[in-house]
């Protein structure tokens, strides 16, 4: 192990409690925290933990939660067992209900597991931890590859996301910072984070997202959706949805990606960024339909690094647990400026090597290409930069 060396200039944190990998949904659940496992992994064994602070977070508290959860829900989270969760809610014993479940969104996505409020408050308070760091100034960029369940809302559970430990790093940041810039690539909408938002000027969101109302979840973030449309409403347009079709390929998504976060930052003028690194947004994913490489996602990242404004980085999705770690371990070193000098062969000796088998060992597989046709065509690409632009032009104004 040669190690990396710390960066010039800045300092980056890395905030991680390795008790959530303790955690599982259920057998054949999409969602596994293994991927985090394979992330870790990775990272140390590239050496790359000798160039960041490396922080092992504390479990949020229950009050900490709800700074935006609803009392009653947190109780609930806080209660609730596989063992005990049937004779509270009879109803769901008969199984009639679907993920439309009133109690608390509980369901197929968001099933009650063993652990399942430790797994909550020990990811969510390693965001909050980051955030704090951030406002302190003691570091420059912090990473919870953790945290980044976008789905969760006030009251209720959504798409695997129980807690949204986004929205408390960023009611923490908002505490020092005025104007908070939150981006969002994971395939799927942001839509919990946008809602908590969605009425204030001091928080922009941004997601990129496949939007198919009706077929692809949550259904939500059309290109029209720019926040609330009451003339006095402070929120109005600070919202920005970057609706898509399946099969981007990198180059259209780093063009639009680009055109889309430089004129936000220019006009918003962010005082601390947040983004939401969701892996489902990579070629070959169980869930994603999109077709980015592990250096087009990285893209993102860079891109939004070069801007040099805080950073909080956190996780997401992301079903092809492998993929995933690559694409985390990929990012952290563009963080800390070692991207250039990882060797993209996987190190000899690591744990769980093997599980990278299948690509040959390299941090760097094609993902893209063959799978999925490219269905965004370069007229869909150029109506949302001009979308976008429109948009933006009508703030402050
Ligand atoms: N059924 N098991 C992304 C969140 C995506 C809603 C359709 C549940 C699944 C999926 C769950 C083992 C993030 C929907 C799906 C079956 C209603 C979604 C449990 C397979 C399984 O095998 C599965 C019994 C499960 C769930 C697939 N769910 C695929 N897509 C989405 C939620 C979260 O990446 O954005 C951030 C972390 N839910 O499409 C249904 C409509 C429930
Ligand atoms: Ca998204
Ligand atoms: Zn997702």
Redesign the pocket.
């Known amino acids: 192990q040669n190690g990396v060396a710390r960066p010039k200039g800045y300092t980056v944190s890395w905030h991680y409690n390795p008790s959530v990998e303790n955690h599982h ?7 596994k925290p293994w991927r985090l496992t394979l992330t870790k992994s990775l990272v140390l064994s590239y050496g790359m933990h000798q160039a960041m602070d490396s922080y092992v977070s504390r479990a949020a508290t229950k009050e900490e939660l709800a700074e935006f959860h609803k009392d009653e829900y947190v109780d609930f989270l806080s209660v609730a067992t596989p063992q005990n969760i049937y004779e509270m809610y009879p109803e769901l014993a008969t199984g009639t209900l ?3 479940s009133h109690i608390f969104g509980v ?3 968001c ?1 009650i597991f063993d652990g399942l409020f430790e797994f909550c408050s020990t990811y969510t308070g390693a965001s909050i931890d980051a955030a704090r760091k951030l406002c302190a100034k003691q570091s420059d960029i912090a990473i919870n590859w953790s945290g ?4 969760a809302k006030k009251g209720e559970a ?4 129980y807690v949204n430990d986004i929205v408390l790093a960023i009611l923490q940041l908002l505490r020092y910072h005025s104007r908070v810039l939150y981006i969002d690539i ?5 839509d919990g984070v946008e809602q908590a938002f969605w009425s204030t000027d001091r928080v922009m969101c941004v997601s990129f997202h496949k939007y198919d109302k009706e077929v ?3 259904g939500t973030g059309p290109l029209e959706s720019t926040g609330p449309i009451h003339p006095d409403n402070p929120g109005k347009n600070y919202t920005i949805n970057v609706p898509l079709n399946d099969g981007i390929d990198d180059e259209s998504y780093d063009y639009l990606f680009r055109n889309v976060i430089d004129p936000a930052i220019k006009i918003f003028h962010p005082t601390a960024i947040v983004l939401q690194c ?1 892996a ?1 947004s990579l070629g070959h994913d169980r ?1 994603g339909c999109f077709n980015l490489n592990i250096r087009g996602h990285g893209a993102c990242v860079s891109f939004v690094k070069s801007y040099g404004i805080p950073l909080l980085v956190v996780g ?4 092809t647990p492998r993929n995933v770690a690559r694409a985390w371990a990929h990012e952290t070193s563009i963080l800390i400026g070692a991207d250039r000098t990882l060797d993209p062969a996987l190190p000899e000796h690591m744990p769980h090597r093997d599980a990278f088998r299948k690509e040959g060992f390299t941090l760097f597989p094609n993902l893209g290409g063959w799978r999925r046709e490219n269905l965004n065509s370069r007229a869909d690409i150029e109506k949302i930069i001009r979308h976008v632009r429109e948009q933006l032009a009508g703030i402050r104004g």
């Open positions: 949904f259920g057998q054949t659940h999409p969602m679907g993920y439309s369901g197929d996505d099933p980044g369940l976008h789905h959504s798409g695997f996301c994971d395939v799927h909408h942001g692809f979840f949550p969701g489902d869930l997401g999705g992301g079903y």
